[in-house]
């Protein structure tokens, strides 16, 4: 039988996102009340698939959540475990974005795949790592540091606090989720460890495997994005260079663009995290071939529909 959330509760939590600092933007204040009112409305459903625990504060005192999803009754050491980390840098508010979306969407399905899903893998999700810049719209925290270049010295309470977390939660896989810089026109891409960037062979033999799985079901969904490998051991102060070398966990950078006619266009920048994110998922729950069939059917498809155009052109 369908559980239903009382109607008072999924109330409070469409009340809670009614009203956005800007446009589809949510900020650090509405971010809190929304995962609060969430985890009521997991409570009423009675699946507790969500905590919500504090790990730090940012430099102006803003609390820093970190967000797990998964079946409460499988221990955490029996899945397979992945963190999210969400907008280090303010002016990139699309990951959080996504990732408040998709917690909601996990939290309240009553679907089986899903909960197939979360006894397989749990969710680690830091929804918004740098408050105090996300507050203002600067890429920046509120001491002026770039916290993607901080994870070799720490020096900022956000990173310290993002660090620790991830130390406790041994995660089989980190995503680092971002999206290149309000004047940037280049275009989406994922990046992960490539054989010479100084992370162990088999760590970045699985990550260029799973990127092609990720960019695969990605073109499924008519979404292009460029994949890069990284080739040196250099900038290891960046997060997704850092915990593979140091960490021996396989990362992913992702990067959506934000310019030009993009910059309207935020629901297509939140579906790339959603979709890319929930392929590691399947991926780490065992569904490698349930992935591999989708990316094969869809190049069959594109195969057929080629060979039909270029045959109607010549008959032309």
């Not at 290149?180 to 033999?205: E, H, K, T």
Request: net charge neutral; glycine share 6%; aromatic share 4%.
């Amino acid at each position: 039988m369908r559980k239903v959330v009382p109607a008072c509760i999924l109330l409070a939590v469409l009340i809670a996102s009614a009203c956005p600092a800007a446009p589809g933007i949510t900020s650090h204040k509405q971010m809190m009340t929304n995962l609060a009112s969430l985890e009521l409305a997991d409570n009423a459903v009675g699946q507790g698939r969500m905590r919500v625990i504090s790990i730090g504060k940012s430099v102006q005192g803003r609390e820093i959540p970190l967000v797990i999803v998964t079946d409460p009754q499988v221990p955490l050491a029996d899945t397979r475990r992945v963190f999210i980390i969400c907008r280090q840098h303010g002016d990139e508010p699309a990951s959080t974005e996504a990732m408040l979306k998709l917690i909601t969407d996990l939290v309240l399905s009553t679907g089986e795949e899903d909960a197939d899903l979360l006894r397989k893998v749990s969710f680690f999700v830091v929804p918004m790592v740098n408050p105090d810049g996300s507050e203002r719209n600067r890429r920046r925290n509120a001491r002026g540091a770039d916290l993607n270049r901080d994870w070799l010295t720490l020096s900022q309470p956000e990173t310290k606090a993002a660090r620790a977390a991830i130390e406790l939660c041994d995660p089989e896989v980190i995503i680092d989720e971002h999206e290149l810089s309000p004047s940037n026109r280049g275009g989406d891409f994922l990046q992960c460890a490539g054989p010479a960037s100084g992370a162990p062979p088999d760590v970045a033999r699985e990550s260029v495997h799973i990127q092609g799985l990720i960019v695969g079901v990605l073109n499924t969904h008519d979404m292009e994005v460029n994949s890069y490998q990284i080739h040196d051991p250099s900038d290891a102060r960046l997060a997704h260079r850092y915990f593979p070398v140091h960490a021996d966990t396989k990362t992913f950078l992702f990067e959506t663009r934000q310019a030009g006619a993009r910059s309207d266009q935020l629901d297509y920048r939140i579906r790339l995290h959603i979709i890319g994110t929930m392929t590691i998922a399947k991926y780490l729950a065992g569904r490698e071939t349930e992935l591999v069939t989708r990316i094969a059917e869809w190049r069959q498809l594109r195969e057929h529909r080629l060979l039909a155009s270029r045959n109607k052109q010549r008959k032309r």
